[in-house]
């Protein structure tokens, strides 16, 4: 049986002290048919450990299930970690943050009032112990205890910057005890002396998160840990982008020698990220102190893999200095090749507005979309006004879009504080409302989607709404149901298909610098956002969602298709970098 366990100075595998080399690959961002090659690619750059947050609210978008299909199958990819000679690492909150929608906490916790969220009590508690067992009935064998990979798994996720309920994070350690979780377990915080203070727990390996001033930073760990192996769980080795911001990169020569310094200290680590991978679909988050700012759909991080998992300049530099202080296979990975380039005519739209795809439910106020369950809602009513109005709104989460009598007035937006709309006079009118992404950090997590508080015409309420939930999984069916519009799309909502031909199922990059805002699918699977305001102005579509000969493009565009096209280009484009 091997034995892995926390030293004086080292962690210990079988007695010998062990370096955790590792790099963070989440599962739930990569097509699993492309896992086996980014974990190669891993150990082929020198790394011994692949580490994965587990997101809560993908696996359980409803309360009591626990899905684990696709790309959710968390054992087939820890399998595949052991399979490839590495170990692993597993960290399942229940709060994960990682720029993921909601920071991974179901957004179904929070329509029950008073529920207390990262904290003691009592049905939060419920609902994380049942989460948690469900992850750890998959951990639990895995463990290298078992013969599988896993060697540490992680209690709650830098709580020192949310809380400092010690009684919530050892209820939460005790769970994952109770559940047969054997290995040691680890705390991460940020290196400032209230965070680790606050986010720490007795008996439990304290670990940092940060990118830089290396020796300052183990400092502030060792001192509120001075035994035990030192190890920076997140080495920041790039950052996120956030749509109308630039695109985030970071100097090759100044992360390798980062990574230099803390291994050169007798550091552990767990690059963060290793591969960014995608916020496939709708699972991208935002950020909001004091300006919401929704994350784009890409995840490329700025990593040593790339998005679509080729090497870059980063990546050879990390190898080179992991190979100061371990061995390296000799065998390096091949550099991408190029996309095929190819394009395709968007054929005849459909209308959202024409017919809005669905059931409509009828209300004595504006509902908000978590009382819906629907992250893009369309809402009806008449304004009886025949000279121009102001609309006015208590709070716009995230985007909505007006229009009157079917033609658009204008768009009410989040991120620029928008409340307030004339309209020219009265009539039908229709807001469409969007989810662009829950914050995932901070004290704004779990906050209710939709306009918030009473929509007024003039200081008067309108009541009596019509509402449709667009149901967002079934627009690439809309075809087998609903017929072509016999109008000109002009502005607005409107869904588009195009077929294009593949000889081989490679990787493909979607351009879509000339359509307005949106959703892209592919074979009927959601490739995620995009939006004409940047940075990104690709699509990822990954190479196993093809199939040799014709496959099948849906656009869902929700402002203005300059160019009904499809364009197909060599590689990817994510926007101007950062200054």
Known sequence: MTVFEIGESDFLLDGRPFRILSGALHYFRVHPDSWADRIEKARLMGLNTIET???WNAHSPRPGTFDTAGMLDLERFLREVAAAGLYAIVRPGPYICAEWDNGGLPAWLFREPGLGVRRYEPRFMAAVQEYLLDVLRIVEPLQVSAGGPVLLVQVENEYGAFGDDQTYLKAVAEIIRSAGIT????????????????????????????????????????????????MCM???????????GPHHTTSVAEAAAELDALLAAGASVNIYMLHGGTNFGLTSGANDK?????????YDYDAPLDEAGHPTLKYHAFREVISRYATVPDDVPASGTAAPETSA????????????????????????LDALDGRLVLFRTEVPAPDPVLLTVGEVRDRAYVFLDGAPVGVLDRERHDRALMLPRGGRLEILVEDQGRVNYGQRIGEPKGLIGPVRLDGVELTEWSACVIDLDAVPALWDSVGPSADAPGVGPTAWRASFEVETPVDHFLSTV??????????????????????????????PLLRPGRNELVVLELDVMLDPVAHFVAGPSLGPLEL
């Open 53 to 55: 947050y587990v997101p």
């Open 183 to 230: 290995v040691p377990l680890v705390t991460v915080d940020q290196p400032v002396d209230a965070m680790l203070a606050a986010g720490g727990l007795d008996g439990v390996l304290r670990t940092g998160s940060f990118g830089s001033r290396v020796a300052e930073r183990l400092e502030t760990l060792r001192r509120h840990q001075p035994t035990g192996p030192l």
């Open 234 to 244: 997140e080495f920041w080795d790039g950052w996120f982008d956030h749509w109308g």
């Open 290 to 298: 004091g300006v919401y700012r929704p994350t784009i759909t890409s």
């Open 345 to 368: 005519a968007l054929g005849s739209p459909l209308r959202l507005l024409a017919d809005p795809w669905g059931a409509w439910s009828e209300h004595s106020e504006l509902p908000t």
């Open 514 to 543: 000339a359509w307005g805002k949106g959703f892209a699918w592919v074979n009927g699977f959601n490739l995620g956002r995009y939006w004409r305001r940047g940075p990104q102005q690709t699509l990822y579509v990954p190479g």
